[in-house]
T-cell receptor
């Protein structure tokens, strides 16, 4: 069974600081997704990583994928309050018709 | 203009009742999904459909019955609701299974 582990699960950081969220998964997959969820809202797609070594950046967020290590990272640069949300990584099953999600990282950015 | 829409957004009901949630996508996607998000925010796949055909049924109790009348719609009917069914149910769609899944706004179900 494909397991997806994120850490940390809770993260409180000051504005202006940098931090990394880690996502490990247990079986081979070449497709990994990052989503953002604001309280009471839906999931918003942030990044799709489709191959080993893929790196994508949007604003203060950068995601990378190492399929050999079965590891993805979401790096936050110079955090701002608007980044406060829950971030999920999700891994595509080889069957291609389902995502297995991590438990999410609740990020709080404080002044 | 909403890409993936769900109705209702909120559903409060008594144990033992039967309820339905409707989902529609206007993105022209072939694949649709139902996910359940529990009170700890954990998301788990329930069903996926491709071109109206059931592909994944993730050991969901048979009280849950999805129906896809056409590619743009995927409904979820729940019989004999239980307290443990309280959760947020998200519909999603994608162009092909491997592409980004776009999520609906969610239906917040509370069973009393």
């Amino acid at each position: 069974e494909l397991k997806v582990e994120q850490n940390p699960l809770f993260l409180s950081m000051q504005e202006g600081k940098n931090y990394t969220i880690y996502c490990n998964y247990s079986t081979t997959s070449d497709r990994l997704y990052w989503y953002r969820q604001d309280p009471g809202k839906s999931l918003e797609s942030l990044f799709v990583l489709l191959s080993n070594g893929a790196v994508k950046q949007e604003g203060r967020l950068m995601a990378s994928l190492d399929t050999k290590a079965r590891l993805s990272t979401l790096h936050i640069t110079a955090a701002v309050h608007d980044l406060s949300a829950t971030y999920f990584c999700a891994v595509d099953r080889n069957s291609g018709y389902a995502l297995n999600f991590g438990k999410g990282t609740s990020l709080l950015v404080t002044p | 203009d909403t890409a993936v829409s769900q109705t209702p957004k909120y559903l409060v009901t008594q144990m033992g009742n039967d309820k339905s949630i409707k989902c529609e996508q206007n993105l022209g996607h072939d694949t649709m999904y139902w996910y359940k998000q529990d009170s700890k925010k954990f998301l788990k796949i329930m069903f996926s459909y491709n071109n109206k055909e059931l592909i994944i049924n993730e050991t969901v109790p048979n009280r849950f019955s999805p129906k896809s009348p056409d590619k743009a719609h995927l409904n979820l009917h729940i019989n004999s609701l239980e307290l443990g069914d309280s959760a947020v149910y998200f519909c999603a769609s994608s162009q092909v299974p491997e592409e980004t899944q776009y999520f609906g706004p969610g239906t917040r179900l509370l069973v009393l």
